[in-house]
């Protein structure tokens, strides 16, 4: 005979969506960022984010190797730009639950140099934003 197992409500997803966790960072001793994870939502905006810097449209037809072969046609500027934005919006939605305060894409890009990488890394780790946290994600038992 197979156990019961509790059906999901929307109590307990909003339950979820309250986990806090306290970042230290040493750019601000004494203090703490505090973060909250994504909705699906805003998981979506921070996904397309990301991949507004990659232009698929050149490669439409052709095979993994002629892709390969053109991958200077890739814009790397403007990928690591979409990819700081895509970045910067996630936490902004995280800090604003967090926080309890407002944060925009503005704000946490005026955050001292490597100051988002830090909170960006915490946030993934909550969230699994990245494809290698969502690789250990799927892995785990």
Known sequence: MSEVKPKITKQLVYEGLKRRVEVEVEEYPGAVFILAPL?????????????????????????????????DAIDLVRLVKASDRAKHLALAYSLS?????????????????????????????????????????????
């Open 39 to 71: 909705n699906d939502a805003e998981f979506s905006e921070y996904r397309a984010a990301a991949l507004e810097g990659v232009d698929t449209s050149r490669f439409k037809g052709k095979s993994p190797d002629e892709i390969a072969a053109d991958l």
């Open 97 to 141: 639950r967090g926080m309890g305060e407002k944060w925009t894409v503005e704000d946490v890009a005026n955050l001292p140099a490597g100051v988002p990488d830090k909170l960006f890394a915490r946030l993934d780790e909550m969230c699994a934003l990245s494809a290698k946290m969502r690789g250990e994600v799927g892995n785990f038992r």
